[in-house]
């Protein structure tokens, strides 16, 4: 009986160890995906083909690196929801782009009424890819939208790191805060997936500085989705309790804990998730 255990026992530590030293060796790259199978680092698709009002920013983060972001204006004469605005292009100013962090002195007709939506994307292909889902929000509500490129993604410098993208996340808040063209107390910060992570991240840090966070098929942590593409370390990593290999996982996002810690905070009163049916 014995002879055969040993044989086992080898090729489940074989297969654990294949696993461990796969997710050590590839995992920023299961994690953060800036170049879709098939495409480049560069922007498929911009706003200006789309004939958006919009703005280049610029931003610094705080260890250096250099970030893209755009910044698109509500829709002239958008209605709110149901609108029917046909995005034809004649209805539409384009300003000037701005190289600048701050500086709005190219923006006419500053919408100081709206709020402005800070738009965190998910962790697969740049803020290109997700322009016609913005563009839905600026065809049926009255509000801007800031689009932030993580670095490592888009036109960002870097790499992409948790911590490093929290970093770029702050800096995309405090530019808003410092623009006079927006509303600065309405603020609503919105993440798809990642960027839900993300979002999550930014209010625990900033929980007076916005008025609403909005997440759209977040993950609860990356430790759990660890789990789901490597079935096998299911038993070792996860969020529910400490396990033996968690301390593997250099980003684990644990979305899950920081939303228990935001009960206690007040941009809680302005909470809500989305989900597909069909997510986990």
Known sequence: MGNWIKPIVYGVGGILGTCAALLVTFQEKLVYVPVLPGTTKGYSITPASLHLNYEDVWLTSADGVRLHAWFLRRLPHCAGPNSKLKLDGSQLRMPKTSPAVAGTDDLDQPLTADPTILYFQENAGNIGDSLGFTRSMLENLKC???MLSYRGYGASDGYPSQAGIIRDSQAALEHLLQRTDIDRSKIVVFGRSLGGAVGVALAKNNPEKF?????????????????????PLKRFIGSNDPRILNFLVRSPWNTIDI?????CLCCCNNFLYLMEWNQK
Do not use: R
Not at 211 to 228: C, Y
Not at 259 to 263: A, G, K, P, R
């Open 211 to 231: 008025s609403a966070l909005i997440l759209e098929n977040t993950f609860t942590s990356v430790l759990d989705m660890a789990g789901v593409v490597l079935p």
């Open 144 to 146: 801007n939208v800031f």
């Open 259 to 263: 939303i228990d810690q935001l009960q």
